[in-house]
């Protein structure tokens, strides 16, 4: 990820979201939480494979500049992210947690 630039962060699900109850998606950086997302924050749109039938979901949102800036870049400087959902039964179930590097901009004022 780049600091102070709008990436689009993507999530793949096997199963409709719209199925959970609850999605957060939580970033951490040097063991605190940086940035939160939830269901609320997504857009959800069908994968279809080449025959038109649905494969799973793309679940995302953009991120924004200031969000993006709330990430420290640097050598070494990494982040984590990790979803996890609440079905409506009440099972709560983590996805793997997954490391990106962080880079920097050479002027990270928000256009």
Same mark, same amino acid.
Request: no cysteine; charged share 25%.
């Given at each position: 990820?780049?600091r102070?630039?709008t $990436?689009?962060?993507v999530?793949?699900?096997e199963?409709? #979201? =719209?199925l /959970? +109850?609850?999605?957060?998606?939580? *970033?951490?950086?040097? =063991?605190?939480?940086?940035? +939160?997302? +939830?269901?609320?924050?997504?857009t959800?749109? #069908?994968? *279809?494979? $080449? %025959?038109?039938k649905?494969?799973? *979901?793309?679940?995302? /949102?953009?991120?924004?500049?200031?969000?993006?800036?709330?990430?420290? %870049?640097? #050598?070494g400087?990494?982040?984590t992210v990790?979803?996890?959902?609440?079905? *409506?039964?009440?099972?709560?179930?983590?996805s793997?947690?997954k490391t990106f590097?962080?880079?920097?901009?050479?002027? =990270?004022e928000?256009?």
């Amino acid at each position: 990820m780049i600091r102070a630039t709008t $990436p689009k962060q993507v999530f793949t699900f096997e199963q409709n #979201p =719209d199925l /959970f +109850e609850k999605i957060l998606i939580t *970033y951490a950086q040097n =063991d605190k939480i940086v940035l +939160e997302k +939830e269901k609320s924050d997504l857009t959800v749109e #069908p994968v *279809y494979n $080449p %025959s038109e039938k649905i494969v799973g *979901y793309a679940a995302w /949102f953009r991120m924004t500049q200031e969000e993006a800036n709330t990430f420290l %870049s640097g #050598p070494g400087k990494q982040a984590t992210v990790q979803v996890r959902v609440k079905t *409506y039964t009440g099972e709560v179930l983590a996805s793997e947690k997954k490391t990106f590097s962080v880079q920097d901009v050479l002027n =990270d004022e928000v256009l």
